[in-house]
Structure formats: C-alpha cells, structure tokens
C-alpha cells in the first residue's frame, strides 16, 4: 500500500473533499469552456456567419470562469478590435444574449419575458462591467455616477439577485429612431383654439388661410410724395396722407400731396416719390425730380403678399414669433393647434444629490437639470423632475397615476441589483418596443407603452452622455410625432479628422462646426457631459468609424431655444 493509500484510508473524510474538489475543477473546466464557446458563436453570428446555438447550463457555478461582456472602452478607444470572432465584442452589450427566438423580437410584451439577470447580461445597461454568470471580477471600466451596478451599487443597495434570463433582441439605432417617429405621428392628436399670445411653440394643427388681401388696399412704402401724371407736379398744400386715413380723394393729373409710409394711395396716382429725391420749389409751388419716375415706384399694391383666400402656412407648422405676425396680419386672432405634449421626468437612483457638492458617495443629479429645458425645447410641456430614488413601489405606483403622454426616466434600465424599470414594467403588463440600441454611448435605453393604452415610457441609462443619446434617439422623434412636427430633412457634414468606430454599433460624436466641416470633440465618454456642452451637434459615425473627409448625419441640437422669449425649439 502507498503512503497516498494508507493517508487516505486513514482519513475518509479528507479523501471524500479532494474528490468533491476534484469533481467541482472538472465542472468548472467544462463551464468555462461551454461559456466561451458561447461567446464566439454569437459573435459569429452577428456577422452573419453562424446561428447561435443553445448549450446546456452547467450543473455548478465555476467561480474562475471569464467574463466574456463587452468592455465599455472599446465604444470610444481608437485601438478597439474589430474582429467579430473576438468573444469580448458582442453587439448585445448592454443586455442578455440576444435570442433566437423569433417570439423574443423588440415588439413583445414585457410580461412574456423575464427579469433582468446578471447570468444573461453579460454588461451592465448602464455602460460599466458586471461580474459574468460565472462570478468573474468586475472591471472599474468608465462607471457611470447614475449607474448602479454589482460593482458601484447605490449606498442603499440591496444583495445582487438573479432573476430568469430576459431574452430580447437589440434594435438597430436607424430602426430605433424610425419606430419613434412612427409611434409618435401616429398617435392621435386633439386640436385646441390658443389665442395669438398663447400660442407660441405649438404646431398648427389647421392651415392658416389669408382672410384678406395683404396688403388689403394700395399703400405708399415710403414717406414723400404721391404724384399723379409726368412732372413738374403743382403741390397740394395742407397736412398731406398720413396712415389709418380712409379713402383719398382722386389726385388730379400733375398734382403732388405728401404721403407718409403706410398711408392709402388715392385713386388716380401713379408713383411715390421719396423725400429725397424731391425737391418742392415753394415760390412757384411746384415739385420736382432729377430721377426717371416710374409708374407704380414705392406703392405697395393690394394684393402684392397674398389674396383673401391663399394659404399662408400649413398644418404642422411650428408657431413662431413670425407666425403669429403674419397670423395676425392676416385676420386671426387665435389659432387652432396642437397641444403640446406632456412629459414626466422620473429621476432614479438613491446617490443623488439635488444640490451640493457630491460627498460620502454621493453625486449631483446632472440629468434632471438638464433634461427638462432639453425636452421643453423640443416642444413638450414638462413637470418639474421627481426623484424616486431606488424606490420600485414608488415607480410603479407613479407610472400608474401619471396623465403624462410620455414619461422619461433616467438611469434603472441596466440588470443591478436596484435596476427596477424593467421589472416594473413587466409586473404592470407594459409592452416593451424597444430594450436595448446598437448605439454607442446609450445602449441600454428603452421604450416601452404602459397597459391600456398608456403613456409611452422612454427608459434612458444613467451615464449623462449615454442619456443624451436616448434623448435625441428615442424621445425626440416620439415627441416630435406626439406633437404634430414635421421631421427635418436630414442634414449631412463632412469629418474634418477620422473618427473610430464601434465594431457593429453606431456611434454619437459631439462635433462643432468648422466651416463646411464638423470636428470632433473629446470628452465624449459615457459618463461625460464635457464634449456635448460645447457640441453644436452629434454626428452619426457607422460601425467601423468614418475617414476623414467622409461625409456623416448631423443630429442638430437645439440651443435657439435658449433665448429668453422662446418655449419651444425654433431651430
């Protein structure tokens, strides 16, 4: 007998641990390689060029096993890989492994699908890494202060769960967008009358037709003389025309009256001659010219800018200053419009501060400040934002009684510990169009339509940066829609300098103009508001990135809106 037999046969309970220790290597061993087994497959197919496949889940947790989740530095660092074989580039980088399940696409209900799961989200939604389904360490990657992942969890966070997996498929950011937009104009919408002075960043949701002629009746367009016949013309003395006089009598053949600007032509007249190039000689009572007159010179005739009838602007036209103007020229006192629609800001997280310095884990709240004047801008009525904190009932029970046509939440769409949109959502029989975007920075933002016909719910990640995407992806076109605007031709600048791509998600640059060309900015991270403070708007780069030179779609920002008369963007 060995020394190993005769230990073993003297201790049977030590034995029996290093053949469960044993027994546990080898199941590690096999979950390990069936993980990144898995991994490769759904890279390959996101190219196209394998069907994922379903592999058996291991019988036990192997606690060494690698974390296969998308590494948030590679959306914005220039030496990202793009091979598609990589098992660290997923274009699900935010969310569960995409199904293949056809029943699983972006339209399904929320209620027909799982919880979020650590085990099926190999990265957080709110852009930081999370541990895998195998327990791997977290990477301190770009955390996001309104994220709260297993790894920066809310200082009232509770012990990480893991509900079952929640399968989805991720919507490409062009189709993204377009679902939006067609949510939101085909969302019926009542007309209300607005008085002229109320009326101001809504949409016309009737033309505005000319009830008169503008201008209703011939007018001089300068001050000086109105004239009948060639000259040298006799000079009628008196106080002469003076605008808001009735009807003139008949000016005979070579006479002059003085005119001023606005007053009403008499009948008979043939020209205006402005001051100074008239000179009245007072002794003999004539007026003369050294220039060629011209018949009908500086008369604006009835009829010149519009006919009782024309219409003067469409329905789906903004109100603007101008608007009301020419409304208002026109014969109108009030205007039938669009309301505008009604948007409630939910701000979600307990770490955040609404003043002060941030201390002892604590952060300012960035989105709620920035969020309401932006959607205001874009045309929307906006309450004041509410910080729920990481509160499920109390989200719950506000989506309940919210009249809101849509409602905005910032940060909880990601699968933490203290991530409750989701669930929410599912336990109140919400329909989830959209979980997830192939868009970088903002991946994990989300639409939804709460039961019965409800509000829509536009889920925008933590990171400011990443919520500013959601905001221009998701919520600008729905509100656009919602409030009767057209959508703006899309306009395209080229790249002064080569900008990087994502592998297989679009990505949104700050940029400036330069002249007929956009630069872009740095500071553009996730979790950074610097770059988009000073953008004038965010290029679209494809996957793969752009050249310099390359021609790209501008998103325009609106900061007319910043002006201190307006309600609405007039961009």
Partial sequence: MSASQEYH??????????FHAAENLRVAEAARAA????????????????????????????????????????????????????PTISSVPSGPTASSDPTA?????????????????PASRSGARVPSAHGAPPSPHNPSPHSRSPHNPSPHSTSPHSPSPRQHRVTSWPDARALAERLG??????????????????????????????????????????????GPWTVHAGQGLLAGQGTAAPLPDGAAVRIATGARIPSEATAVIRSEHAHADESKGLLHTDRDVVPGQDIRPRGQECRSGDQLLPVGTLVTPPVIGLAAAAGYDALIATPRPRVDVLVLGDELLTAGLPREGLIRDALGPMLVPWLRALGAEVTPPRHLGDDAEGLRRTLATSEADLIVTTGGTAAGPVDHVHPVLAGTG?????????????HPMLLARLADEGPYLVGLPGNPLAAVSGLLTLAEPLIRGIA????????RAPMREEVHGHPQDTRLVPVI?????????HYNGPAMLRGVAAADGLAVVPPGGVRSGTEVEILDLPWASATPWTEGCFT
Avoid: C, K
């Fill in 9 to 18: 046969a003297a201790d049977p309970v030590r034995a029996a641990e290093e």
């Fill in 35 to 86: 993980e990144e087994e898995r991994a490769v497959e759904q890279a390959l197919a996101l190219v196209g060029r394998r069907t994922p496949t379903s592999h058996p889940t291991p019988s036990r947790p192997d606690p060494t096993g690698p974390n296969t989740s998308f590494d948030p530095a590679i959306s914005s660092h220039p030496t990202a890989s793009s091979d598609p074989s990589d």
């Fill in 105 to 121: 696409a972006s339209g399904a209900s929320v209620s027909d699908v799982g919880g979020p799961s650590l085990a099926s989200s």
């Fill in 185 to 230: 104009t085909s969302t019926p919408r009542a007309a209300h009358r607005l008085s002229l002075d109320r009326a101001l960043g809504h949409v016309l949701a009737e033309a505005v037709v000319a009830l008169t002629d503008l201008p209703s009746f011939d007018t001089s367009a300068m001050d000086g003389w109105v004239v009948a016949g060639p």
């Fill in 430 to 442: 919400a329909t989830l169009l959209v979980d997830g975007v192939a868009v970088r920075p903002g």
């Fill in 484 to 491: 009767g605007r057209s959508a703006q031709e899309p306009f």
């Fill in 513 to 521: 103009y330069r002249g007929d060309s956009v630069l872009p900015l």
